[in-house]
T-cell receptor, first 110, second 114 residues
Framework: GIQVEQSPPDLILQEGANSTLRCNFS?????LQWFHQNPWGQLINLFY???GTKQNGRLSATTVATERYSLLYISSSQTTDSGVYFC????????????FGKGTKLTVNP | DGGITQSPKYLFRKEGQNVTLSCEQN?????MYWYRQDPGQGLRLIYY???????QKGDIAEGYSVSREKKESFPLTVTSAQKNPTAFYLC?????????????FGNGTRLTVT
């Protein structure tokens, strides 16, 4: 099955800093989502982005499907951005099964 | 409000007992999924169902069972055969017809078996 690698595994920032999180995947995908898991375990969908670039406020994401990677950009980080960010692609079968990476744990300090 | 409800939020059981985790959705989604998360790890797929009365094993189905008798419900039973059942369990659903729409998650159930 598809393999997913996320980097860095841990990231510590001061409030206001920018960051880039990377996701590499081993196979062609027809779906890719980025999620934020807050400290209470709740998973929030950030982007559905199998290809191209999307922006939502301070967050944006780019997926280059031909090169098998996706990037999540966080600008002007806030303490509420803390948590774990997961990349989850699915392979090109019809089941829409997402395969999760191990995540990037982000800590934003005031 | 439409969403996915998982209950209970915390569940405690003695080793050797089966336990059933509830997942209900009112989003009219066809597809439903169960994932397991261990501390510091990503999510791993246990079972999924794309239509009522049908389901398939995911990557770590051993020791688990599911049913899909109704579109809105997809309960997961953790059996005594599951060697390490203590984990955070997350249910998700998706509209199969709308591929461009994302997977939605419930708030999870934390199961502790002692």
């Amino acid at each position: 099955g598809i393999q997913v690698e996320q980097s860095p595994p841990d990231l510590i920032l001061q409030e206001g800093a920018n960051s880039t999180l990377r996701c590499n995947f081993s196979d062609s995908v027809n779906n890719l989502q980025w999620f934020h898991q807050n400290p209470w375990g709740q998973l929030i969908n950030l982007f559905y982005i199998p290809s191209g670039t999307k922006q939502n406020g301070r967050l944006s994401a780019t997926t280059v499907a031909t090169e098998r990677y996706s990037l999540l950009y966080i600008s002007s980080s806030q303490t509420t951005d803390s948590g774990v960010y997961f990349c989850a692609p699915s392979d090109q079968g019809g089941s829409e099964k997402l395969v999760f990476g191990k995540g990037t744990k982000l800590t934003v300090n005031p | 409000d439409g969403g996915i409800t998982q209950s209970p939020k915390y569940l405690f059981r003695k080793e050797g007992q089966n336990v059933t985790l509830s997942c209900e959705q009112n989003l009219n989604h066809d597809a439903m999924y169960w994932y397991r998360q261990d501390p510091g790890q990503g999510l791993r797929l246990i079972y999924y169902s794309q239509i009522v009365n049908d389901f398939q094993k995911g990557d770590i189905a051993e020791g688990y069972s599911v049913s899909r008798e109704k579109k809105e419900s997809f309960p997961l039973t953790v059996t005594s055969a599951q060697k390490n059942p203590t984990a955070f369990y997350l249910c998700a659903s998706k509209d199969r017809a709308a591929r461009h729409l994302p997977l939605h998650f419930g708030n999870g159930t934390r199961l502790t078996v002692t």
